[in-house]
């Protein structure tokens, strides 16, 4: 999904969506989008989102994962970090 059509899908549905959702959404798109086939490290995503900690960076992903916005994988000890998989409303 190319980003004006992430944005278009945001916007017609932004009565139940917060504006922290839509935003975290489009910048994860960009950021999955700089990352393809890596994993993002937490730390670049609580930078750019003004995480305090790990457990409230998951928190907001966990919000866009109930929104249906994105599918990732969490990274393990010694492997952490997220692979998105997907960005977007699912098919």
């Known amino acids: 999904m190319t980003i004006t059509t992430l944005l278009q899908y945001l916007l017609a549905n932004r009565h139940t969506l917060s504006g ?3 935003a975290d959404c489009l910048d994860l798109a960009i950021i999955a989008e700089q990352h393809r086939g ?6 670049l995503l609580a930078r750019r989102w003004g995480c305090i900690n ?4 998951s928190k907001r992903m966990r ?3 109930n929104a249906g916005l994105i599918d990732y994988e969490a990274g393990v000890t010694g492997d952490p970090g ?3 998989h997907r960005v977007g409303p699912a098919a």
């Open 63 to 65: 919000r866009l994962v």
């Open 20 to 22: 922290d959702t839509i």
């Open 82 to 84: 997220y692979l998105i």
């Open 38 to 43: 890596r994993r993002v490290g937490w730390e």
């Open 54 to 57: 790990q457990p409230y960076l």
